[in-house]
């Protein structure tokens, strides 16, 4: 019985050691890392999401601008307006201007907004 205690306990040992061994080995990613990557993934949706409230809000207000028919979107604080309707050049002239003015709007592309 002695022998079978002492052979556990070694085989034990060794495995421990190896498992050690084992994971110390393997480049772990710090969790603070991962995290802080997520957020700023967050951070920068949550940034798009209020450009485009903004700018359809303000678009739905201005007056002379048919801001029901003009699609927004926003892609790392690059705007996209398009429409299905068409619009006067002022009209769109007047669409880039006011997205222009919104905080944290890097670019806009109105391309895709139809003109008479």
């Not at 967050?42 to 700018?55: G, P």
């Not at 739905?60 to 801001?67: A, H, N, Q, S, Y």
């Not at 003009?70 to 604080?77: D, F, H, L, P, S």
């Amino acid at each position: 019985m002695k022998k079978f205690a002492i052979a556990a306990a070694t085989a034990t040992a060794l495995t421990l050691t190896l498992a050690n061994a084992a994971f110390a080995q393997q480049p772990a990613q710090a969790p603070l890392t991962v995290a802080a990557g997520e957020m700023d993934k967050a951070t920068e949706a949550t940034k798009d999401t209020w450009i485009t409230t903004k700018v359809k809000s303000d678009l739905m207000t201005e007056k002379g601008i048919p801001g029901t028919d003009i699609k927004v979107e926003t892609n790392k604080g690059v705007v996209s307006l398009s429409s299905d309707t068409a619009l006067t050049k002022s009209q769109k002239d007047t669409a880039v201007m006011i997205t222009k003015k919104i905080d944290g709007v890097k670019a806009v592309s109105a391309d895709g907004l139809k003109t008479d």
